[in-house]
């Protein structure tokens, strides 16, 4: 598969490592022109805000939320799970989305960035080390969303990881651990048959 990666800010080389050393390859997107050449796209963590403005001056905003429209697989991780997501809490002001995921995501649920933290969870009934950086939380899913993942805290428990059809959405990196089980469940479950 041809995936892309959305490098405009944020941790996009860390993901293209990843889908490289899951056998894929691995393309930038800055562009409309590449986004059409890919088969999938990966969200990259980083400031949602500026990912999302920079999608606008780089006339990328919309072609992207065509895509998903259509179908295409997408994985976002941190930031990239505030892009997909429906509806956002704690945004800022005009605050703009790909969207695509029926959820309501809360940014900076955790904290700021010195209480970013790690820890272990059940993936699909698989632990894995997760790394939450700044990182957001699901406060409500819609009847299609699956939760893959949540994490327990003195607010009550979160879902850290969900899908919602062809779209993958995590608030942690799996990308800054070495770990590609996310990226292959990604690659593997979620963009399964939408690949022709």
């Given at each position: 598969m041809k995936i892309g990666v959305l490098a405009l800010q944020g941790d996009f080389r860390e993901h293209l490592v990843a889908a490289k050393s899951a056998g894929h390859a691995a393309l930038t997107v800055r562009r409309p022109e590449e986004l059409a050449e890919v088969d999938a796209l990966i969200l990259p963590g980083g400031?949602?805000?500026?990912?999302?403005?920079?999608?606008?001056?780089?006339?990328?905003?919309?072609?992207?939320?065509?895509?998903?429209?259509?179908?295409?697989?997408?994985y976002g991780?941190?930031?990239?799970?505030?892009?997909?997501?429906?509806r956002i809490i704690d945004g800022s002001d005009g605050q703009e989305t790909f969207g695509g995921i029926d959820m309501t995501v809360r940014r900076n649920a955790f904290g700021?960035?010195?209480?970013?933290?790690?820890?272990?969870?059940?993936?699909?009934?698989?632990?894995?080390?997760?790394?939450?950086?700044?990182?957001?939380?699901?406060?409500?899913?819609?009847?299609?969303?699956?939760?893959?993942?949540?994490?327990?805290?003195?607010?009550?428990?979160?879902?850290?990881?969900?899908?919602?059809?062809?779209?993958?959405?995590?608030?942690?990196?799996?990308?800054?651990?070495?770990?590609l089980r996310v990226h292959r469940y990604f690659f593997d479950q979620v963009c399964t048959g939408a690949i022709k």
């Open positions: 400031e949602s805000t500026t990912i999302a403005h920079l999608a606008n001056t780089f006339n990328l905003m919309q072609p992207i939320r065509d895509r998903i429209k259509s179908g295409m697989p997408v991780s941190c930031a990239g799970m505030i892009l997909l997501a429906d700021r960035q010195v209480d970013s933290f790690e820890s272990d969870l059940d993936f699909q009934g698989v632990n894995l080390h997760a790394v939450f950086i700044r990182a957001p939380w699901v406060e409500e899913v819609g009847a299609t969303v699956e939760v893959l993942a949540s994490v327990k805290t003195a607010r009550g428990s979160h879902a850290v990881a969900v899908r919602q059809g062809r779209l993958l959405a995590t608030s942690f990196h799996p990308e800054l651990t070495g770990d």
